[in-house]
């Protein structure tokens, strides 16, 4: 409970350095956040949104921020899940060739 309550923390400061002028989401989203994802994927979500919002020129929505943040950390895993099923057909591919002796 203490370390949620750290990461919580952390995040918060990460947000609040980064956007300033958005008020920072609840400690609630950000557990919601941190059951369903890890820690660094949060962490890099949040600084994506905070990039956007400077492109904007800051003029983003609390609302909308935790809507960007969900977003992003959902294309994140789809993005690492695409690249582990490549991985996983190139090592099958390679097998294939290395037993049938094409490699």
């Known amino acids: 409970m203490q370390a949620d309550l750290k ?3 952390a995040l918060l400061a990460v947000w609040e350095k980064a956007m300033p002028d958005i008020l920072a989401t ?4 950000l557990n919601l956040w941190l059951e369903m994802y890890t820690f660094p994927d949060v962490r890099h979500s949040i600084c994506e949104c905070a990039s ?7 003029k983003m929505s609390a609302d909308y921020t935790v809507r960007f943040v969900s977003s992003a950390l959902r294309h994140r895993i789809e993005k690492r899940a695409e ?9 099958a591919a390679q097998s ?4 049938s002796g094409t490699a």
């Not at 609840?26 to 989203?29: M, P």
């Not at 956007?52 to 800051?58: E, F, Q, T």
């Open 83 to 91: 690249a582990f099923a490549r991985k996983q057909e190139l090592s």
């Open 96 to 99: 294939v060739a290395e037993t």
């Open 7 to 9: 990461k919580n923390e």
């Open 52 to 58: 956007k919002c400077l492109r904007l020129s800051g």
């Open 26 to 29: 609840s400690h609630g989203q």
